[in-house]
């Protein structure tokens, strides 16, 4: 497949691109498959790290597609994601993986990471694993700092529809 990002202008001297819309072709084929509209990114853009990625997130077999949407000064890095439906040959947005932070995929233990931070002293990890179509929590790990170098870890696994804690240790970082 061939895809082409629209946007008003190439990216700024920032190397932001405001993506508008994607369009995807078979080969080199005119033939529209498909548009994705409505999009307006702040995506950073460079030709040695473009903000368009294909990858099997849900492990299906098939390549599915994300683009960052933007990057804020912090870790938490937003992407919108699709998913390609081999039975409609299409790509459907994932509002379950485009709600995680800076998400990860895991071929060989079949998971999504993600990474994330809600404070300065706040940090935390999360899994999760597809069941069918749907994305599923498995287990939290958070770390709230005390003071530089002392934390508490916490280590929650979803349970009954909610985090339950199954851990709770001091720790100290190297």
Do not use: C
Request: no cysteine.
């Amino acid at each position: 497949m061939n895809f082409t990002l629209r946007a008003d202008n190439p990216p700024d001297a920032s190397g932001i691109l405001a993506v508008k819309s994607i369009e995807v072709r078979r080969g080199n084929d005119q033939e529209l498959l498909q548009r994705i509209d409505g999009l307006a990114t702040q995506t950073p853009w460079s030709a040695q790290a473009p903000g368009l990625e294909f990858v099997d997130m849900n492990f299906d077999g098939y390549i599915d597609m994300r683009l960052i949407e933007s990057r804020p000064a912090g870790p938490n890095v937003t992407y919108l994601h699709w998913l390609f439906d081999p039975a409609g040959g299409r790509f459907v947005a994932s509002a379950a993986l485009d709600e995680l932070a800076a998400p990860r995929f895991d071929k060989g233990a079949r998971e999504v990471h993600s990474d994330w931070r809600d404070s300065a002293v706040r940090y935390g990890s999360d899994r999760f694993r597809f069941d069918g179509n749907q994305l599923m929590p498995l287990q939290r790990e958070t770390r709230e700092y005390q003071r530089p170098g002392v934390y508490t870890l916490r280590v929650s696994h979803w349970l009954d529809g909610r985090w339950q804690v199954v851990q709770t240790r001091q720790g100290r970082d190297p």
